[in-house]
C-alpha cells in the first residue's frame, strides 16, 4: 500500500429500501475491507420494514457508518443526496443486498491515486443461491483520454455489437459496482444521477463519467459481487406507460452529450442504430407487463410504440443485428421480424422467452452460457 494513500477518505453510498434480509451482510462485507478510512453512508429511502433498526445499529457500534432517512423519492435521488452528503474525497455505490471483497477498495485506490485517475473500475462477479459467477471482466490498464474511447466508453456502448473502431478487450455493463469515482471530478463536472428511464441512472453516471475523465484504471480482479435477488426492484416486472416519451428525453440527452464532446460522426451514426435496437428491444419487454393495466392501456402504448418505429425509420436501423454477438438470441428472434405489422406477436414472443429465462433456476446453465458469451466477445 502506497505511504499516505489511506489519508484520502472513500465515502460508501449505500442506498437502502426495506432491505432487511441481506442489509446486514452486505454492510459487514463493506466494513471488513481492508482499505479502513472509509465512511459507510446508509441512506434509507423510506423502508417500512427492520432496515432502520438495523442501520442504526451499525451507526451505533461503528463510528465509520452513517445513518441517513428520507421519504421514498426513489434510488435517483438517494444516490444524488449521498453525494452532496459525502465527505470522503473519493466516492462509490454498493447496493443493499451485494458483497464487496476485502481488497477491492484498497486494490483500486492505490493504482487510483498512483496515476493521479479520476475514475477506478474492477472486474464484477454474480452471486446466485450462494455460487459466484464471472459478471464483468476487465483487464489491467491506465486509460488516457484516447483510449478511454476506444477502449471503455465504445465497449459500453457497442457491448456485444463488433465494430472495427471498438476495442473488445473489456466487456462490461453501465454498472456503478465497479466504480471509484475522485468526488472533485464528480462535481467540477456536474456529473449526478438523471432520471429518463428507470433501469439507465447507473449507465447514465458511468456514461457521462467517461466522456469527462482525462485518466481512468482498471483492475482485472473480481472485487464486488452482484446478488441475484429476484424480488429487487431491478427483477420486479413494472410497465412504464410513458416510456415511449421517456426515451424520446434519454436519447436527445445521450446524443446531445456525444456531439459535444466531439466523438467522431461515423461512431454516433453507428451508435444510433445500436441505441434504437437496444430501445425497441426494451419497449417490447415493457410491453409484456402493459396486460396488467387493462386491453386499453396495451393498446395506447402500442400504438404510441407504432409511430416512434415509423418515425425512427426501424427497418433502416435494425440492420445493425447483422454485427451482433450470436449468442444475443433473445434480440435477434424478438426484432428479425417486422415489428411495426406484428407488436403483438413480438411481445408473445418477449413473454415466452422471459418464461423461458424465468426458468433457468440451475446456476450452471447461466454460467456455463455467460463464459461462453464473454469468452467469444472479449476473444473475438
Not at 201 to 218: C, G, Q, T
Amino acid at each position: 500500500m502506497l505511504i499516505g494513500m489511506e489519508n484520502n477518505m472513500l465515502s460508501v453510498i449505500v442506498p437502502v429500501f426495506n432491505g432487511e434480509k441481506y442489509i446486514e451482510e452486505t454492510v459487514d462485507s463493506i466494513l471488513a475491507s481492508s482499505y479502513s478510512n472509509i465512511e459507510v453512508i446508509l441512506l434509507d429511502d423510506g423502508s417500512t420494514d427492520n432496515s432502520r433498526q438495523i442501520c442504526e445499529q451499525f451507526a451505533g457500534r461503528d463510528a465509520r457508518v452513517r445513518y441517513i432517512y428520507q421519504k421514498n423519492q426513489g434510488i435517483v435521488a438517494a444516490r444524488n443526496r449521498g453525494m452532496e452528503l459525502s465527505q470522503g474525497e473519493y466516492i462509490c455505490f454498493c447496493d443493499q443486498d451485494d458483497i464487496v471483497e476485502p481488497d477491492m477498495y484498497s486494490t483500486l485506490m492505490q493504482k487510483i491515486i498512483l496515476n493521479s485517475a479520476q475514475i477506478g473500475m474492477c472486474s464484477t462477479g454474480r452471486l446466485i443461491n450462494g455460487q459466484k459467477s464471472l459478471y464483468e471482466k476487465l483487464i489491467d490498464g491506465v486509460y488516457d483520454t484516447e483510449s478511454i474511447k476506444n477502449k471503455l466508453l465504445y465497449p459500453l456502448l457497442f457491448r456485444g455489437y463488433d465494430y472495427s473502431f471498438v476495442d473488445n478487450c473489456n466487456y462490461f455493463y453501465g454498472t456503478l459496482w465497479k466504480c471509484i469515482f475522485k468526488k472533485a471530478f464528480v462535481k467540477i463536472n456536474n456529473i449526478t444521477f438523471r432520471r429518463f428511464v428507470d433501469y439507465e441512472d447507473d449507465l447514465l453516471f458511468v456514461f457521462e463519467a467517461l466522456l469527462n475523465a482525462e485518466k481512468v484504471v482498471s483492475v482485472s480482479n473480481v472485487g464486488y459481487y452482484w446478488r441475484v435477488n429476484p424480488k429487487s426492484h431491478s427483477h420486479r416486472g413494472k410497465f412504464i406507460p410513458d416510456m415511449v416519451e421517456r426515451v424520446h428525453n434519454y436519447m436527445d440527452f445521450v446524443f446531445t452529450s456525444l456531439h459535444t464532446y466531439n466523438i467522431p460522426q461515423n461512431v454516433i451514426q453507428e451508435y444510433k442504430s445500436v441505441f434504437l435496437c437496444e430501445r425497441y428491444t426494451d419497449f417490447i419487454k415493457n410491453a409484456e407487463y402493459a396486460y396488467i393495466y387493462g386491453s386499453k392501456a396495451q393498446k395506447t402504448y402500442l400504438g404510441k410504440l407504432r409511430k416512434f418505429m415509423c418515425e425512427s425509420d426501424y427497418n433502416s436501423h435494425i440492420e445493425c443485428l447483422g454485427r451482433l454477438s450470436c449468442n444475443a438470441w433473445r434480440k435477434k428472434l424478438i426484432l428479425k421480424a417486422d415489428l411495426q405489422d406484428k407488436l403483438y406477436l413480438a411481445v408473445i414472443k418477449s413473454r415466452l422467452v422471459s418464461f423461458f429465462e424465468n426458468s433457468m433456476q440451475k446456476v450452471s446453465l447461466i454460467v456455463d452460457r455467460e463464459r461462453k458469451d464473454k469468452f467469444v466477445t472479449v476473444h473475438r
